[in-house]
Nanobody, 119 residues
C-alpha cells in the first residue's frame, strides 16, 4: 500500500516563504502525476500545482510567479511558496496518481498540512 506523507507546514508572516514536501512510501510500482491541493476554511478544495513524471509543471493562476512545484526521484514532490499572503492560509494536501491520468483523478492523498499566514 502506498502512502503519501507531507511535511513543512506552519505559521508564517505575510511575505515569508515556506517549503512543503511530500514523499511516497510503500510498494511503489509507478507514480504518475504528483501535485498539491489546498482547502481553506469554508471553501472548496482547489488545485495549487502539479508536475508530471516527465517534469512538466502547471500552476493555478494564484500560484504563478510565487510557488514552484518540483519532482524529485520520481516519488517525492515539493512546493516552494514565496511571498505568502493571508489568503494562502489553508490545509495543503499532497496528491498523486498511481495510474496514467490527470491530477484530478488522483487516487493517493496525504493527510494534509496546515499553512497559516498571519501577522
Amino acid at each position: 500500500q502506498v502512502r503519501l506523507e507531507e511535511s513543512g507546514g506552519g505559521l508564517v508572516q505575510p511575505g515569508a516563504s515556506l517549503r512543503l514536501a511530500c514523499a511516497a512510501s510503500g510498494i511503489i510500482f509507478r507514480i504518475g502525476v504528483m501535485g498539491w491541493y489546498r482547502q481553506a476554511p469554508g471553501k472548496q478544495r482547489e488545485l495549487v500545482a502539479f508536475v508530471t513524471d516527465g517534469g512538466l509543471a502547471r500552476y493555478s493562476d494564484f500560484a504563478k510567479g510565487r510557488f514552484t512545484v518540483s519532482r524529485e526521484n520520481g516519488t517525492m514532490v515539493s512546493l516552494q511558496m514565496n511571498s505568502l499572503k493571508p489568503e494562502d492560509t489553508a490545509v495543503y494536501y499532497c496528491a498523486a496518481n498511481s495510474r496514467p491520468g490527470s491530477i484530478d483523478a488522483s487516487d493517493l492523498w496525504g493527510q494534509g498540512t496546515q499553512v497559516t499566514v498571519s501577522s
